[in-house]
């Protein structure tokens, strides 16, 4: 346990390596056309990569593709919980983009299997899949309101999950190196937290009930994470280093959005519409920060600690709060957020950002479609 726990500093305290930016877009045609006709074809290749890399039982990612240096996992559990949560963002994106065939197998995978256990007493990657699951589950009751009696149930069952492995003080990790106890002895992390609270806010809005007590205790200690100069740190257990490169605002901008996004639509804290705009000007600003750390072989090696899976996460809670605050305010971040992802697309099709067995592509992908999706709204057609 011990060695595990020495094994998470080192990653948090790895040194930094150079700076990469994203390629520019491609020339030619595609590189003068209007923003929208690109942010279209973009998106339609990223489809046309999540149809073709669906699995026969609908299901995205199988574990079975491997590079000798992902992240600290066990088997089965690890896998299932990837499964899952990556198979929920596609079913999402799909949705969103108005595919209605991988969508619908997703969507039925989703509901018949996708469930995920602790791995062991260190080791909780399921909350990802129930807090993606939760997401994909409420948002398709919110949608087919007449069918939504097998969706609530399947969406209830990851709701009693989150509830079971919130830490003792609230809030989620996917990590307890401290204790390994049944209800995680580790202090939450704010974008773990942040996530499963949009995700719960999807199922309150869908009309499914909520563990109160829950919710309150992950805003609480969601707020406690957040810094005067509106960053959020890493977890709570780091809250004795405010200092350190990960929990200043360099290394904490693919956080603060999804942590906004949650506290604003919760209505808690006093977080709100301006305090979206400073962190999406600050998003803007130092954005290369971000970038520097995408596609790097370890997590937290980049500059102020960037993890790679920041990337688009980040990214997709950012297009979150540009759909809230609308107006003149969101055309700008729009038009940024939709020419970082249209120049990071791969030439399948597909979006990644941290190698991870065969389930990168699939959630990166998706992540970048809805993030398109919701840029697209306000980006003008002048032009590249």
Excluded at 149 to 172: C, E, F, K, M, S
Excluded at 239 to 250: D, E, G, S, T, V
Excluded at 330 to 344: G, K, N, P, S, V
Aim: aromatic share 12%; glycine share 8%; proline share 5%.
């Amino acid at each position: 346990m011990r060695s595990a726990s020495l094994m998470l500093l080192t990653l948090l305290l790895a040194g930094c390596a150079s700076r990469r930016s994203a390629a520019p877009p491609a020339a030619g045609t595609a590189a003068t056309m209007p923003i929208t006709a690109r942010i279209d074809s973009a998106v339609a290749r990223g489809v046309a990569f999540l149809r073709q890399s669906q699995q026969a039982e609908g299901f995205w990612g199988t574990g079975r593709v491997t590079r000798g240096f992902e992240v600290l996992s066990q088997v089965p559990g690890s896998h299932d919980a990837f499964r899952t949560a990556t198979t929920a963002l596609c079913v999402m994106a799909l949705a969103e983009a108005g595919e209605r065939e991988a969508h619908a197998r997703g969507l039925e995978w989703l509901m018949q299997q996708g469930d995920a256990r602790r791995d062991n007493a260190y080791l909780l990657y399921n909350i990802w899949a129930h807090l993606y699951a939760l997401q994909a589950l409420s948002a398709e009751a919110r949608r087919s309101p007449a069918d939504a009696a097998p969706l609530v149930r399947a969406a209830q069952r990851h709701i009693d999950r989150l509830n079971r492995y919130q830490t003792y003080v609230g809030g989620w990790n996917y990590y307890d190196f401290v204790a390994g106890t049944q209800q995680p002895s580790m202090e939450p992390t704010s974008f773990g937290t942040a996530a499963a609270l949009v995700a719960l806010h999807e199922a309150h809005a869908a009309g499914i009930e909520l563990p109160r007590p829950m919710v309150e205790r992950a805003l609480r200690r969601l707020l406690e994470q957040r810094l005067p100069n509106g960053s959020y740190i890493y977890s709570g257990n780091l809250k004795y280093f405010p200092r350190m490169p990960a929990n200043m605002p360099r290394g904490s901008i693919g956080r603060n959005q999804a942590c906004n996004l949650a506290l604003w639509l919760w209505g808690f804290g006093g977080i709100g519409r301006q305090q979206a705009i400073d962190g999406l000007e600050e998003f803007a600003r130092e954005h290369h920060f971000i970038e520097i750390g995408r596609k790097r072989q370890y997590p937290h090696e980049a500059w102020y600690q960037t993890a790679p899976y920041y990337y688009y996460f980040g990214h997709y809670y950012a297009a979150r709060l540009i759909e809230m605050i609308g107006g003149p305010e969101a055309r700008r971040y729009a038009q940024l957020l939709a020419e970082w992802i249209l120049a990071a697309q791969d030439p399948d099709g597909s979006w990644w950002d941290f190698a991870m067995w065969d389930y990168h592509q699939p959630y990166g992908t998706a992540f970048a479609i809805m993030t398109l999706l919701r840029c697209r709204e306000y980006c003008a057609d002048t032009g590249p």
